[in-house]
């Protein structure tokens, strides 16, 4: 078992940046392969970024590549996704994912067993 707490979001105006955590407890974080989603006003869930147990493979969607970067500090149990460049359509509760052990398919939520509750990220035009 392992719980996920995220934090970091707010209100942010466009062009600007927040770095979201993703804190774990129970197994130690570097036996999980982590992602992140997001879920804006009546929108579905989607895919933002995953990462490997070792942090040596990592997927974007294409709606953030080049502006988030998704790490992990396993020795700190916790996962970032750094955000710059926001946009309002980046407006969305973001939640923090995990599966034990590797998986190929970062994009796909049924890959996850286990999610946080989310944190709320607003930007303003």
């Known amino acids: 078992q392992v719980q996920l707490v995220e934090s970091g979001g707010g209100l942010v105006q466009a062009g600007g940046s927040l770095r979201l955590s993703c804190a774990a407890s129970g197994r130690t974080v570097s036996s999980y392969t982590m992602g992140w989603f997001r879920q804006g006003p009546g929108k579905e869930r989607e895919f933002v970024a995953g990462?490997?147990?070792?942090?040596?493979?990592?997927y974007y969607a294409d709606a953030v590549k080049g502006r988030f970067t998704i790490s992990r500090d396993n020795a700190k149990n916790t996962v970032y996704l750094q955000m710059n460049s926001l946009k309002p359509e980046d407006t969305a509760v973001y939640y923090c994912a995990a599966v034990l052990g590797a998986f190929q398919y970062y994009r796909d939520y049924r890959t996850y067993d286990y999610w946080g509750q989310g944190t709320q990220v607003t930007v303003s035009s």
């Open positions: 990462i490997s147990r070792s942090g040596d493979s990592i």
